[in-house]
């Protein structure tokens, strides 16, 4: 049996890059740990379409409550509805308490002043059935009204719609036609596109998903008690 010295010893040049692999795989063991035990680091999958064109959906992406969220920063809460039960829900804080919400003819309003215009979103838009040829849609997320079968409603981005110039309408609901799921919650004749005003009282959130048209967000379940808050996204 041989007690000898090993004949091909590592040197030290051959050593860091198996420090700084074993380093790193202990490094993401641990946040993976630190992640299923809290919400301190959590890897996400978009699984609805309601942050389209920015959170697509079937994308990944890490949420954390170590970062203090601010306005329009995304979040992850806890939320409970009849359709879903327990679940989290990802959307936009687009009101923070004491902020004055108001949506007029489908474009958010915080405080007053213009808060859509530095964001990517998705309206839905009124298309003519002779026009639609090649145009990317979610046909599932569409609609007809009868007696018109050859006009289409559809959630499009609307960069796409401004890029390729598509003689297409953005379609929003007039004031005053009552939304009943939004009436029972806000007891107000508001709908999607017109919308408050309203305060935002302390210890809420007011949240909205950039899909406008497609979204079961603050407008439909309530504002969101802060308790509520998992963390804020991180990466997108």
Known sequence: MYFGRDQNPLKPSQLNPLIIVASISGLLIGLWILGRRTFAFRLFRMSSSANQPTLKTGRYFFCSDLKKPKRLDFICYRALTPATGPTLFT????????????IRAGKLYINKQDADHDLSLMHVYKMQVKDISGVVYDETLSYTLPPYPDTVYAPLDDEYVRVKALPFIRYVLPPGLRDEAIFKVYRKNWNQDHF?????????????????????????????DQSKYAGTVLWK
């Open 91 to 102: 959307h936009r804080i687009c009101g923070l308490p004491g902020d004055i919400i108001e």
């Open 196 to 224: 408050g005003p309203l305060k935002v009282p302390a210890g809420k959130f007011f949240v909205l998903g950039d899909n406008r048209g497609n979204s079961m967000d603050s407008r439909y379940q309530g504002m969101i």
